[in-house]
């Protein structure tokens, strides 16, 4: 009789463990930080092991290659983080208007936010092009080139919110929830 209830507390323990481990082993952070020593670099664990995919080695888990997108952009002359920034700006404004299907009522109003939004990607693109190489600025120089970029920045969303706050009235409950989290599933 023991045996048996011995036998049943471990099955149900098990039961009950199991898919709580297999579950938090799906956290990417948490496994990156249980399994990868903290003074190891992209690619370089020193074990295999089952979570190895989650960490920074590539594959689906974000946290590696979070990093290793990062790095790579980090490694780019200052010219080309700038003219990236602006092309996913401009993928991101494209990927919501498809994702909002306007009507012909509301696409006056879009077109408005779009004009605005590439009359400021164009004086920003003309500032990318003036960037100098990061070993060639100074620290006085990089916070001139923030301060235009971010007065360029202010300009653009002082113009652009009364058109967004007339396209926002316009769209439907399900469109405004599109238009606030566009990349949610």
Not at 7 to 35: C, G, K, M, R
Not at 85 to 90: E, F, Q, S, T, Y
């Given at each position: 009789?023991?045996?048996?209830?011995?036998?049943?507390?471990?099955?149900?323990?098990?039961?009950?463990?199991?898919?709580?481990?297999?579950?938090?082993?799906?956290?990417?952070?948490?496994?990156?930080?249980?399994?990868?020593?903290?003074?190891?670099?992209?690619?370089?664990?020193?074990?295999?092991?089952?979570?190895?995919?989650?960490?920074?080695?590539?594959?689906?888990?974000?946290?590696?290659?979070?990093?290793?997108?990062?790095?790579?952009?980090?490694?780019?002359?200052?010219?080309?983080?700038?003219?990236?920034?602006?092309?996913?700006?401009?993928?991101?404004?494209?990927?919501?208007?498809?994702?909002l299907?306007?009507?012909?009522?509301?696409?006056?109003?879009?077109?408005?936010?779009?004009?605005?939004?590439?009359?400021?990607?164009?004086?920003?693109?003309?500032?990318?092009?003036?960037?100098?190489?990061?070993?060639?600025?100074?620290?006085?120089?990089r916070?001139?080139?923030?301060?235009?970029?971010?007065?360029?920045?202010l300009?653009?969303?002082?113009?652009?919110?009364?058109?967004?706050?007339?396209?926002?009235?316009?769209?439907?409950?399900?469109?405004?929830?599109?238009?606030d989290h566009?990349?949610?599933r």
């Amino acid at each position: 009789m023991k045996r048996i209830l011995l036998a049943a507390a471990l099955a149900t323990t098990t039961a009950i463990t199991v898919p709580i481990i297999a579950h938090s082993a799906q956290d990417a952070d948490t496994q990156q930080a249980q399994a990868a020593p903290a003074d190891e670099h992209w690619g370089e664990q020193r074990s295999g092991g089952p979570g190895r995919w989650m960490r920074s080695e590539g594959g689906p888990g974000m946290g590696g290659w979070r990093e290793r997108m990062m790095h790579r952009m980090m490694q780019r002359n200052p010219q080309e983080r700038c003219e990236e920034r602006l092309a996913w700006r401009a993928a991101m404004r494209a990927y919501t208007e498809s994702k909002l299907d306007l009507t012909a009522e509301q696409r006056p109003l879009w077109d408005k936010v779009q004009t605005i939004a590439q009359s400021e990607q164009q004086k920003e693109r003309q500032l990318c092009g003036a960037l100098k190489p990061r070993e060639e600025t100074t620290v006085p120089d990089r916070l001139d080139r923030m301060q235009q970029f971010l007065a360029t920045r202010l300009e653009a969303l002082q113009a652009a919110k009364p058109a967004v706050q007339a396209l926002y009235q316009a769209l439907t409950p399900e469109q405004r929830a599109v238009f606030d989290h566009p990349f949610r599933r």
